[in-house]
């Protein structure tokens, strides 16, 4: 029998950028242990309370908790120099780091994946995945091909002679898979990482141990997923995808505990749908509507800037996201962003090759070839950012959020109707069936 235990699990439920750190700080005020399971630097999230507006990569979001421990799992690729840049910003900016612990399990990028990174994005001409070259997937493949690098490494005695070959490795492959002149040294890249870590070495821990400890003290723990469900390694929208396992499945090994430890997974969506980078987007609005909300939603990289591509919500994957990534309950974000809109689309179904599907087919080729198939709901017209209740939404607003849970299989858990701690609003306790 499956205990109770206070644990939510919060992921994307599309391609990313889905607000998650707005729903994961508010969690985190009331959470006592906050735990990072997948991805890397590449995830940004941007966090706005008090009239301020943060940014954080790899650093989970409870670190404006200075009663939160927060932990970097071991299935999380770190760069150290990354890490410490973050941790000094933090730091400068009056927030209380001491908090933050790292699993010695998790591995390190370094600057060769980072290169090797690059090369691979460059090689792809025109069949570009978009990623963010920091060395994220070639970082995931060494650790596959078990030639990666892990934080705990650095503390062995022999730590030199594995760097060593590990660069040396790379170099070859830079070279003669590559043809690029580009080589490391050892000394370099040795020097950077041992005064890199000395900022960090006293909080790197089995984290594991600690977060299932802390789950059995019934401690709140709350897990912080990167990127969307539709950007998972296997059940994303391949080869359009990050390098990780990203839905709330992998939340257990990727932190050190087991599966029974979870309780709740709780999806974030937003309002519309975006993506950046290639791959099918059905609903994707290349036209004034699309800018006009890409605007409001200011839809551009916390990372790199890029422009996001936007598009009218889709039920259809959204009900694929559910099935593949066990979530129990959605939380709608920006739902604010479509305050001026006179009407407003849900995909429910798709369009391929003459055939009608309710699914999201296998192959992202054929996913580039569906037609959206919708539904049309007239919008509120009217300034929903100041709404504190779901009672206090209009009419439309809430029959926009049934259509999007009568056609995903879903509840809704709340949502959010501006950046603001104040303007996140729960339908019900978290734990609350």
Same mark, same amino acid.
């Given at each position: ?99 933050l612990f790292i699993s ?11 290169? @090797? ?16 070259? =920091?060395? @994220? ?6 650790k596959a091909s078990r ?33 690029? !002149? ?45 990127q969307g469900v539709l ?60 800018? =006009?909300?890409?605007?409001?939603? =200011? ?23 559910? =099935? ?18 006179? %009407? ?59 259509? @999007? ?18 303007? %996140? @609003? ?5 734990? !609350?069936?």
């Amino acid at each position: 029998m499956k205990r109770n235990f206070k644990t939510i699990v919060v992921v994307g439920t599309q391609w990313g950028d889905e607000g998650k750190g707005k729903i994961t700080d508010y969690f985190a005020q009331k959470a006592e242990m906050v735990v990072r399971y997948a991805g890397g630097d590449n995830a940004g999230h941007m966090i706005e309370f008090g009239g301020k507006r943060y940014k954080v990569t790899i650093v989970p979001s409870g670190i404006f908790n200075k009663n939160v421990k927060n932990i970097i799992g071991n299935g999380t690729v770190v760069n150290l120099e990354k890490l410490v840049s973050e941790l000094t910003g933090l730091k400068q900016a009056g927030i209380d780091t001491s908090n933050l612990f790292i699993s010695g399990r998790a591995h390190l990028i370094l600057p060769y994946n980072l290169k @090797i990174d690059e090369m691979q994005e460059e090689q792809r001409k025109d069949n570009k995945i978009g990623t963010t070259k =920091r060395g @994220i997937g070639p970082t995931y493949a060494d650790k596959a091909s078990r030639c990666g690098i892990r934080v705990y490494d650095l503390l062995l005695p022999n730590f030199k002679e594995i760097l060593k070959e590990a660069v040396d490795y790379h170099n070859l492959i830079l070279k003669n898979l590559y043809n690029s !002149d580009v080589q490391f040294t050892f000394e370099e890249i040795y020097n950077n990482l041992m005064t890199n870590f000395e900022v960090v070495k006293n909080n790197v821990l089995d984290t594991g141990e600690m977060v299932a400890n802390a789950i059995e003290a019934n401690n709140f723990v709350l897990f912080e997923g990167a990127q969307g469900v539709l950007l998972d390694i296997d059940h994303g929208t391949y080869p359009f995808v990050t390098s990780s396992n990203t839905s709330g499945n992998n939340a257990s090994i990727g932190s050190g505990v087991h599966y029974k430890h979870i309780q709740k997974i709780v999806g974030v969506a937003k309002a519309y749908n975006t993506r950046v980078g290639t791959g099918g987007m059905p609903t994707e609005l290349v036209n004034e509507i699309g800018n =006009r909300i890409r605007e409001r939603g =200011r839809e551009y990289g916390s990372n790199t800037g890029r422009p996001r591509r936007v598009g009218w919500f889709d039920a259809v994957a959204m009900k694929y996201a559910v =099935r593949v990534g066990g979530i129990d309950e959605l939380f709608l974000t920006l739902f604010d962003v479509l305050d001026a809109e006179e %009407t407003l689309k849900i995909c429910v179904a798709y369009e391929l090759d003459g055939k009608t599907i309710t699914t999201m087919p296998i192959s992202d080729q054929e996913l580039q070839r569906c037609k959206p198939i919708y539904i049309e709901l007239p919008g509120w017209n009217e300034d929903i950012t100041k709404v504190r209740s779901y009672d206090e939404l209009p009419t439309n607003a809430k029959n926009y959020m049934k259509a @999007i849970a009568e056609h995903s299989g879903a509840k809704f858990l709340g949502f959010s109707v501006g950046p603001d701690r104040e303007q %996140t @609003i729960l339908l019900k306790g978290e734990f !609350d069936d």
